[in-house]
């Protein structure tokens, strides 16, 4: 079967962490967490974070938003995200349903907010007829494969604690972003303020599991709780635990990361050759967006499978993953060149 470019989810395990879940297979430990598995991944994730962080294991990347995100937020309070977040296109209203909170969601340029998007939804705070904006959402690297730069991140951040207000993290890619910046997770994170992380891991070569990871402890005080109820509390954490020790561990992190980006970029470069291709946003991270002529999508998804992004103006999204060869990039690039002729 061909290489997928339908999303870094469709790939595999990392047979580092495989051995790692195996590994944790052998004997018996305590169930929900008290076992040693659980207490080293939360000190791994502390050294990339920083000592003073809370860190909780969930299983999805939905339920570490909405999860984390309900801790901080109230029914009337409102969370303003772009248009492209992942809370507002592609969790099936999960935040509204569980936090009965509004959603704000901003047109962006390329994924990113800025303070100007910003400061006109703040004209109404504490008037009593208007739903407060309490939180501000991003997400790092973007929907559209753009990455916040450190100071743009810490823009927002003093901005919005001027405003009493919180920023969340959405982290399904950040080992991405870390690795496009090459730069410390914590570095634009923790280190500026940020409120709220969410870590995925499964799109960097887990099999399951994310991290919801609060600057405050203050405010997760509770979250264990939410945790349960939620329903995401797991009696064999240790498997998702190992994973994360191994994944954070010896820079696996970074280099799975480090190598879907380079493939993007390579997938980019050469498809940028082709006269009737037009990219669409920076290659920052490991998604490549470009325009093609409608007539040549189903041709294309025939062989390879990957997604539309935008039907009306026919913007179709290429991923790569940790393991993404050199070879599947030209091979899919000869299809391309091949029915692509304009």
Known sequence: MRKSFASDNYAGVDQA???AIIEANSNDVPAYGNDQYT???????????GQDVDVYFVFTGTAANVLGLQTFIQSHQVIICPETAHINTDECGAIEKFLGSKLLAVPTRDGKLTIDDIKPLLTSLGDQHRAQPKLISITQSTELGTIYSVEEIKQIVDFAHQYNMFVHVDGARLANAAAALDLPLRSFTTDLGVDLITFGGTKNGMMMGEAVIFANKKISNDFKFIRKQGM???????FISAQFIELLSNNRWFDNAKHANKMAQLLAQEVAKNPYIRLMYPVQANGVFVKIDPMYIPLLQQEYSFYVWDEVQHVVRWMTSFNTTEQDVYQFVQLINAIVKG
């Open 17 to 19: 962490i495989m051995r």
């Open 39 to 49: 207490a080293r991944a939360v000190e791994v994730f502390k050294e990339h974070f």
């Open 232 to 238: 995401q509390l797991g009696s064999k954490m240790r």
